[in-house]
């Protein structure tokens, strides 16, 4: 267990909808990343927030966009879905001295 | 430009036996490399990290080298185990935000 939570853990929607994903770092990670894995693909990072503030963007779409809360706690959201939208979406919180980065069991998202 | 490369892309070995996994990147400039079993549908697990001045570094049964004169690391499986089935993946860091770079993975099936 790496102390990281995400829910949903599993989500069915349709396309063109708008669904959310959330996710907690372990306390007192200020960092937090989020990751798409498409099916047999590497992890493509999103976004990273740092204690409140967007820190870095990676490849992440115009239609997704994220924020991080006053608890550290991360929302992702995604936005006029897509097929090919349909992903494990994992988020990441990283350990301060070291920057080891600690996942969480990922978001399973299928757009039918 | 900053890329991470694994090989081989994927391996089926014996249980028992040894293995050995490749990871050769261009990032530069270097702050460590760590590698990472990801379970097929679970959140990435860290394994070891190695800084600069680190040749070598053990997790159990596995074994990470590092050589940052030729960007290359490996991780030394030995005495496999079925539970090994995993794919592995291979992340440099470099300094700053939006710094990490992954490696598409290598699939080992460990069989019995």
């Known amino acids: 267990d790496s102390g990281v939570t995400q829910t949903p853990k599993h989500l069915i929607t349709a396309t063109g909808q708008r669904v959310t994903l959330r996710c907690s770092p372990r306390s007192g990670d200020l960092s937090v990343y989020w990751y798409q894995q498409s099916l047999d693909q590497g992890l493509q990072f999103l976004i990273q927030?740092?204690?409140?503030?967007?820190?870095a963007k990676g490849n992440i779409l115009e239609r997704f966009s994220a924020q991080q809360f006053p608890d550290l706690h991360s929302e992702l959201n995604l936005s006029s879905l897509e097929l090919g939208d349909s992903a494990l979406y994992f988020c990441?919180?990283?350990?301060?001295?070291?920057?080891?980065?600690?996942f969480g069991e990922g978001s399973r998202l299928t757009v039918l | 430009k900053n890329q991470v490369e694994q090989s081989p892309q994927s391996l089926i070995i014996l249980e028992g036996k040894n293995c050995t996994l490749q990871?050769?990147?261009?990032?530069?400039?270097?702050?460590?490399l760590r590698w990472y079993k990801q379970d097929t549908g679970r959140g990435p697990v860290s394994l070891t990290i190695m800084t600069f001045s680190e040749n070598t570094k053990s997790n159990g049964r596995y074994t990470a080298t590092l050589d940052a004169d030729t960007k290359q690391s490996s991780l030394h499986i030995t005495a496999s185990q079925l539970s090994d089935s995993a794919s592995y993946i291979c992340v440099v860091s470099a300094p700053g935000a939006n710094n990490l770079f992954f490696g598409t993975g290598t699939r080992l099936t460990v069989i019995p």
């Open positions: 990441a919180g990283s350990a301060y001295l070291t920057g080891e980065l600690f």
């Open positions: 927030y740092y204690n409140g503030e967007e820190r």
């Open positions: 990871c050769n990147y261009t990032v530069s400039p270097f702050s460590n």
